[in-house]
Nanobody
Framework: QVQVVESGGGLVQAGGSLRLSCAAS????????MGWFRQAPGKERDFVAA????????SYADSVKGRFTISRDNAKNTMYLQMSSLKVEDTAVYYC?????????????WGQGTQVTVSS
């Protein structure tokens, strides 16, 4: 089992950058695929990006490709989401998830979320 805690959210102007972090507890962090999801007010929680346990494979939603970069440091039990060229429509609560595979992230472990607000 793993617990995850997000941090790094905040208010940023359009075109700016933010880096989110997801710190995980437990010695088995390396066994889990990790991912980011986001939920805007009144909308469903959507996939943003994911990374395999070893970090060799990543995937992104079309809406963030070329702007966001997911990475992980297994020595620090931490995953990151570097967000650049932020748009107003990126405003949402961002959630970190850990799962047995990228395909089963939604059935895994979730954090409480961190708010990202992009102003025009």
């Amino acid at each position: 089992q793993v617990q995850v805690v997000e941090s790094g959210g905040g208010l940023v102007q359009a075109g700016g950058s933010l880096r989110l972090s997801c710190a995980a507890s437990g010695r088995t962090f390396i066994r889990y695929a990790m991912g980011w999801f986001r939920q805007a007010p009144g909308k469903e929680r959507d996939f943003v990006a994911a990374i395999t346990w070893g970090g060799s494979s990543t995937s992104y939603a079309d809406s963030v490709k070329g702007r966001f970069t997911i990475s992980r440091d297994n020595a620090k039990n931490t995953m990151y989401l570097q967000m650049s060229s932020l748009k107003v429509e990126d405003t949402a609560v961002y959630y970190c998830a850990a799962g047995n595979s990228v395909a089963t992230l939604k059935q895994g472990y979730w954090g409480q979320g961190t708010q990202v607000t992009v102003s025009s």
